[in-house]
C-alpha cells in the first residue's frame, strides 16, 4: 500500500504549494496571459416590492469561448461582490448558476488595462419553472463522456411515490428493477453489489452493502444512476453506482412540512387503522449571518403495508422509523468551504418478509440503529487548483429475529411455524478521501485533471443462531429436517485503499475524451486491482444536435464482510426421511469451507477466504439526436461482464475432498446486456416527457451470496445453478413526466410495463424441477399519477414569509387497478400449483404539503 500513501503525501505537498502546473514560467497564478485588465460587479437577485437581495458565497466562473485560455472561478463575498484581475486583453464569457435560480452569463469584450464593472442580477425559479428532468444526461453538449441516468430535486418532489423515499424513484432509470422481494437490481446484479454514494462517500450497510440508510428527497438536489464505470474516482462495486448530491443549507430562514395526511385503511366499509402516515419537516437558515448556515429534515414514519393474499388483520408489515438529516455549511473565506451533514436513522419492521406463501407467525422482525456523520472540505488555492478532502464515519447496528421459538415448516403450499435464524450485528465504516482538482491546463486542448486517494475500513461484530427446519409432504410427514451446530459467533475486518488519476481532455468543441485508472488494494478480497476506463463525445456539427457517446472499463468490488465471517456461521446437518417417518440414513453434516477452482468435482477446499473480489467489464455506446428543439432521442447498447462472484454451494460426499461441505467460492460470474431507446420531450415550456423502452438480458449464477445470505439467511440452500436471474425482464416500457395544466395544476404521471418476473419450480425437498427460473409471472403493467396545486398562503405569524404556499392534491397507485401478481404456487406438489396470488390493489392517498 505505499503507493497509496506516496500519493497522499503527494497531495499534502500539493496543497501546501498552491502548484500550478501547465503555465508559463513567468506568469502569476490564475493569470493565463497576464494583463491589467479586470473584471467586477455585484450578484444581486431581484425581490418582491422592488427590494434587491445581495448573493453571498456563490461561484461566478469566467472563461474564454474559443478555449484558449483556463477557465477561473470565484465566490463572491459577504455583500456579493466578485472580482476578476490581471486579465488579459480579450473576450471573455461571465456566468453564474446557482441552485433555485436561472443560469446567467454574458459575452464581455475587455480592452487592454480596462477595468469593467458588470453586476449581474438573476432571476428565482417559480416553483413549475424549476422541472429539471435529466433522463439519461439529454442535454446535449460535449461536456462529459459518461452515460447515464438522473432525476433532479424537482421531478423527485413530483412524482408518484409509494413511499416518499429515493429507492422508489430509482426504478424510473432505464437497467434498474425492483424483484418480488423488493430488492433493487442494478445491471441485473443485486443493490448489494452496486454502491451509493452520498455527497462523495460511500452509505450503506457496511455488512451486507445494502441500500439501509434512508436518505430524505426533501435534501437530495440530484440523483443519477451509472451503469458504467465513467470515472475511476469510486469502486468497490460490481453493480451499478447511485450517486446522491444533497441540497446545501439556504441562507435564508425557511420553513416547510409535507405529508400532513395519514392514508387509512378499510375493511367492510369501517375504518380499520392508519395505512401509512409520514410526516415531513424541513427547516433551516443562518446561525451566523454570511458564515455559518444550516437545515435539518425531520421525518417520522407509519407504516403498516397491506400484503395482498393473506387474511385482515394479520396481514401487514408494519414499519416504525424516525430519520434526522442535519446539514451545515462553512464559509470561511471566499476559498474556503467546509460542510457538515449528520444522519440519524432508527427503525424498526415487524413481520418483514412476509407474502401470501409466508404468514406473519413465519416471518422475521428486522430493527436497525446508526449515524452517519460526514465533513467534506473546499479550498480552492490562488492558482485554481480545488482540494476537496472528504471523511465519513458510520455505525451501523442490526439485528432480526423470528416470531417465536418453534421449528420453522416449509410445506408445497409456503411456510408455517416461526422464521429459523435470528442475528445482530454491530458494524462500522470509516472513510477518508482527499482529491485534487488541478486547474485547467492547456495542451492540444483544455485538460481537467484529478487525482486522489481513498482509504477505508469496515468491520463487525455479532452472532447468529438457527433453528430446525422442516421440509413437510403435502399430506404432513416430514420429508427433510435441517439442524444447525455451532456458536454462530461473527467477526470481520476490511481495509482498502485506492488511489485514481482522471482526466477530462476537450480537443475541440466537437470531441471531448474522459480516461483514467484506479489501482486498488483489499486486506480482504483483491490484493491488487487494476482498473482503467475511457470514453469519448463526440459531435460532427457545431451545433452539437448530435451526439455519439461510448466508452469502456474495469471496476473491482467490496469483498462483502459476510464472506469473512462464512466459516463461523451455524453448520447445517441434513436428514433425510421415508414416507413413514423413519430415518434414511445417516444425517449429513455440511462443514463451512472455503474454495476454489479445482479438482476433481470443479472445486478445492482452501484455508483461507478466497484472495479476490467481484470485478465487472463494461462497454457502452449510444447516439442521441436532437429532432427537433424540444425533442431529442437516445439509442444506447450497454454489455456488462462480470467474474469472481461469491457463490455458495452445498457438495454433499466426496464433493470436496471426500467431506461435505457448504463452500463459499468466487468461481461466480454474471452478464448483462441491455438495448435501450430514449425519448425526451418538452411538448410546451412546462412540460416535461421521458419516454424509455428496454430490451435486456440476465444470466448468472443463482446462488450469489447476496442471494442466498441477504437480507435474510435462506432456509435452504439448494446446489448453485447458473441460468436466466431473478431479475430478466426482456422488454419493458417505462414513462413519466412533469406536466402543468391549466389554471397552474400539476399532474405527474409513471406508467411501467414489463415482462413478468422470472421464478422457478420446485419439488418437495426445495430443489430446482426443470430448468430455473423458467416460469414468468404474467406481463406487469402499473399507471400511477400525481396531481396537486399550491395555492399563497399568508399567516400573521409568517408574514416574514410572504412565498409561503399550501399544497394540496392527491395521488393514486396503480390508477387502473391491475391485478400483478406478487407471488405464485411454485411447488409441482401442491394442488394450487402454477396459480397466482397476491394480486395488488389501486391505492390513494391525500397531497398536503406546506411549502416555500
Known sequence: MAAQYFLACLLCWLSLSGTALARPQNANPGDTPAGSSSIAGTVNVAAEQGRVSYLAHIVVTLSDPAGGSAAKSTFTDDAGHFEFAGLAAGTYTLGVSAEGFKPWSKLISLGEGQSVVQDMTIEIHTVDEQIE???????????????????????????????????????????????????LNFNGQAENQGIL???????????????????????????????????????????????????????AWNFRLHDLTPSFRAKDGHLAGVGMFRPRVVFGGPLMQGKLDFSEELTYEVNNLEVRGLAWPVNETKTRSVTSFTQARYVASSHHLVDFDLNVFPLRRQFANINALAPQSASTDYGQNGISFGISDSYQFDSGELLNTVFRYTRFDSHAHGQGPEDMEITPEGWGGNFFNSWSRNANQVEFRPALQFADMTWHGRHQLKIGV?????????????????????????????????????????????????????????????????????????????????????SPRKNGRTVIRAGAGTVYGHAPLLAGSFLQNPERAISFFDATGALIATPVLLQNVYAQSGGASGLEVVSDAPRTAPSTFVWNAAVEREILGNVSIKVSYLDSQTRDLFVVNPMIEGGTGGISTLALASTGAARYRQIAATVHARPYKRGDLNVSYIWSRSRGDLNTLSDTYMPFEQPVIRPNASGVLPSDVPNRLVAWGVFQLPLRVMVSPVADVHTGLPYSNVDTFQNYVGVPDSGRFLTFFSLDARIYREFSLRLPFLERSPN????????????????????????????????????????NGFVVDLVD
Open 454 to 538: 481513498d482509504v477505508s475500513r469496515r468491520s463487525f461484530t455479532g452472532t447468529s443462531a438457527s433453528r430446525p427446519v422442516q421440509l413437510l409432504r403435502q399430506d404432513g410427514s416430514l420429508a427433510e429436517e435441517i439442524d444447525f451446530q455451532g456458536a454462530g459467533r461473527l467477526n470481520a475486518a476490511a481495509t482498502e485503499a485506492g488511489e485514481f488519476i482522471e482526466d477530462h481532455w476537450v480537443l475541440d468543441p466537437h470531441l471531448a475524451i474522459n480516461a483514467g485508472a484506479r489501482l486498488s488494494t483489499q486486506t480482504l478480497g483483491r490484493r491488487v486491482g487494476f482498473g482503467p476506463h475511457i470514453g469519448f463525445e463526440y
Open 197 to 251: 454514494l452520498v455527497n462523495s462517500t460511500e452509505t450503506v450497510d457496511p455488512v451486507t452493502g445494502s441500500f439501509s440508510i434512508s436518505v430524505p428527497i426533501d435534501v437530495i438536489q440530484r440523483m443519477s444512476v451509472h451503469s458504467a464505470p465513467d470515472t475511476a474516482e469510486y469502486g468497490g462495486y460490481s453493480g451499478g453506482m447511485t450517486v446522491i448530491e444533497t441540497k446545501p443549507p439556504s441562507d
Open 133 to 183: 428532468v435529466q433522463a439519461d444526461d439529454m442535454e446535449i453538449a460535449t461536456g462529459s463522456a459518461e452515460i447515464s441516468s438522473s432525476v433532479s430535486e424537482q421531478p423527485m418532489e413530483a412524482l408518484p411515490l409509494a413511499e416518499q423515499k429515493f429507492t422508489e424513484a430509482l426504478p424510473i432509470s432505464p437497467g434498474v428493477i425492483r424483484t418480488h422481494e423488493g430488492r
Open 804 to 843: 409561503r404556499k399550501i399544497r394540496l392534491g392527491m395521488y393514486s397507485l396503480n390508477l387502473t387497478g391491475r391485478q400483478n401478481a406478487h407471488d405464485v404456487y411454485n411447488n409441482v406438489a401442491s394442488p394450487l400449483f402454477g396459480n397466482f396470488t397476491g394480486l395488488q390493489k389501486r391505492v
